[in-house]
Every structure is written in C-alpha cells, then in structure tokens.
C-alpha cells in the first residue's frame, strides 16, 4: 500500500486547510485510515481516524474543529480543518491499517503551520 498525502501549508490563525491522501497498491487490505501529526521535539500522536464502516474517532483537541472523512470507492481519505491553532503547527502523517494483519502504512508527511 502506498499512501499520497497532500493539502499542508502556511495558514493564519483561526483560518482552514483540507488535507488529501490517495491510498494505491493493495487497497483491499485497508481497514482504518487515518491522520497522526508530530510537532517538533514531540510524538506521533492520533489527530483522528475512520473505519471503511465511517466509524470516526478523533483526538480531544481537535473535537469541534477537524472533520475526517472517506471515500471508500477512491480510496481516499481528507481531514478538514477549520479553525486551526498555532498548537496545531505539525508534520501531518497520513495512515492506513491492514485489515489482516494490523500492519500500518505510512505517507510521507505534509508540513500544517498556523502563525498566530
């Protein structure tokens, strides 16, 4: 599975940004997909994520303001965020889980700075 992430950027304050990953390759596999971000000097952590079922969960301080969703048909999964914080500033990782055997797959990474 190879996963195309895209969306990040230089955003205000209080402004939106919509990221975008194309999944391809051994799609059939996919169970879960998903959004992890890594601020520097911290970890990985869930920012949120969607079964194939649309089952979402998202981390506590993005509630509200983050909204994932799905396309089960293009394979693909966006992550719109609205009323973005300079806390949100990361490195975005999109993700997939294997349906078989857990394994995740990993984007390369799209860079989200909110100035203040």
């Known amino acids: 599975v190879q996963l195309q992430a895209s969306g990040g950027g230089l955003v205000q304050s209080g402004g939106s940004l919509r990221l975008s990953c194309a999944a391809s390759g051994s799609i059939l596999d996919i169970n879960a997909m998903g959004w992890y971000r890594q601020a520097p000097g911290k970890q990985r952590e869930l920012v949120a994520t969607?079964?194939?079922?649309?089952?979402?969960i998202y981390t506590d301080s993005v509630k509200g303001r983050f909204t994932i969703s799905r396309d089960n048909a293009k394979n693909t999964v966006w992550l719109q965020m609205n009323s973005l914080k300079p806390e949100d500033t990361a490195v975005y990782y999109c993700n997939a889980v294997s349906r078989l055997s857990f394994f995740n797959y990993w984007g390369q990474g799209t860079q989200v700075t909110v100035s203040s």
């Open positions: 969607i079964s194939k079922s649309g089952y979402t």
